[in-house]
């Protein structure tokens, strides 16, 4: 990161940026940060209607505080897959975590998901996730019932018989079936009203809006699921350096 952390300076622009409505990428541009780090600090310090910059210098220096404390010393640190930055990682685990808490999920709830969704297996065992985690097996079983009533984890065995929880790629996809299911039965729920209310009466009139608007939006939702399923399986492409995309010339223009 340029310049290393943040200044309570910078944290005071970025609250200055944020009251005057201005983008990540300006403050980013104005404070010469990169736009991750802004998102990043304002997103893990409260969102964009709730930043401060007093109370989010203090809230990094007690988190800084705390991973020294429980950082293991010497070479038995354990060390990163791919080679990724310890730090980085963890910063965007906050990020992540903090928007899930925003979205309604519980603290704990959204940590066991961030969890899951940032290992490369996509899948961990109860024992793992209270490892990483370092909270007991309850909290994390609790957080597991939840997130599997809701369709967002599912159980499967390995082969050493193991519970473990999975995201995988088609939770999505049947996450989006299940909200297009949702607004389907909000439909029928509030059409149920107009006729109770009154067909021409104000109340009756806004329940069949409503009706109206979750209805075409639940049927473009479940339309689109279908249609993009394909691509939560499409992995990505990758052009030696150098080399010009298929059906491009050298200057990025097509052919």
């Given at each position: 990161m340029?310049?290393?952390?943040?200044?309570?300076?910078?944290r005071q622009?970025?609250?200055?940026?944020?009251?005057?409505?201005?983008?990540?990428a300006e403050?980013a541009r104005?404070?010469?940060?990169?736009?991750s780090?802004?998102?990043?600090?304002?997103?893990?310090?409260?969102?964009?209607?709730?930043?401060?910059a007093?109370?989010a210098h203090?809230?990094?220096e007690?988190?800084t505080h705390?991973?020294?404390?429980?950082?293991?010393?010497?070479?038995?640190?354990?060390?990163?897959?791919?080679?990724?930055?310890a730090?980085?990682?963890?910063?965007?685990?906050?990020?992540?975590?903090?928007?899930?808490i925003?979205?309604?999920?519980?603290?704990m709830?959204?940590?066991?998901?961030?969890c899951l969704?940032?290992?490369?297996a996509?899948?961990?065992?109860?024992s793992?996730?209270?490892?990483r985690?370092q909270?007991?097996?309850a909290?994390v079983s609790?957080?597991?019932?939840?997130?599997?009533?809701q369709g967002?984890?599912r159980?499967?065995?390995?082969?050493r018989?193991?519970?473990?929880?999975?995201?995988d790629?088609?939770?999505?996809?049947?996450?989006?079936?299940?909200?297009?299911?949702?607004?389907a039965?909000l439909?029928?729920?509030?059409?149920?009203?107009?006729?109770?209310?009154?067909?021409?009466?104000?109340a009756?009139v806004r329940l069949?809006?409503i009706?109206?608007?979750v209805?075409?939006?639940?049927e473009?939702?479940a339309h689109?699921?279908?249609?993009?399923r394909?691509?939560?399986?499409?992995k990505a492409?990758?052009?030696p350096a150098?080399?010009?995309?298929?059906?491009?010339?050298?200057?990025?223009?097509g052919g």
């Open positions: 340029p310049g290393g952390r943040l200044t309570q300076r910078e622009q970025i609250a200055l940026g944020l009251a005057d409505e201005l983008a990540y403050i104005r404070l010469d940060r990169p736009t780090t802004i998102t990043r600090e304002v997103m893990r310090n409260g969102g964009p209607t709730a930043y401060r007093d109370l203090r809230a990094t007690r988190r705390r991973r020294r404390q429980a950082a293991p010393q010497g070479p038995q640190a354990p060390a990163q897959a791919h080679g990724r930055d730090e980085a990682v963890h910063e965007y685990e906050e990020t992540f975590t903090t928007l899930l925003q979205t309604g999920l519980p603290k709830t959204a940590r066991v998901l961030t969704y940032t290992t490369d996509g899948s961990l065992t109860a793992e996730l209270v490892q985690l909270v007991s097996p909290s609790k957080a597991i019932a939840l997130l599997e009533s967002l984890v159980r499967e065995r390995d082969d018989r193991r519970e473990r929880y999975v995201v790629n088609d939770v999505w996809y049947q996450g989006m079936i299940a909200a297009a299911r949702s607004h039965q439909a029928e729920i509030a059409r149920q009203g107009v006729s109770v209310l009154g067909r021409d009466t104000p009756a069949e809006n009706a109206r608007f209805d075409f939006v639940g473009r939702m689109a699921a279908e249609q993009a394909d691509i939560l399986y499409t492409e990758t052009t150098g080399a010009a995309e298929p059906g491009t010339d050298q200057s990025g223009h």
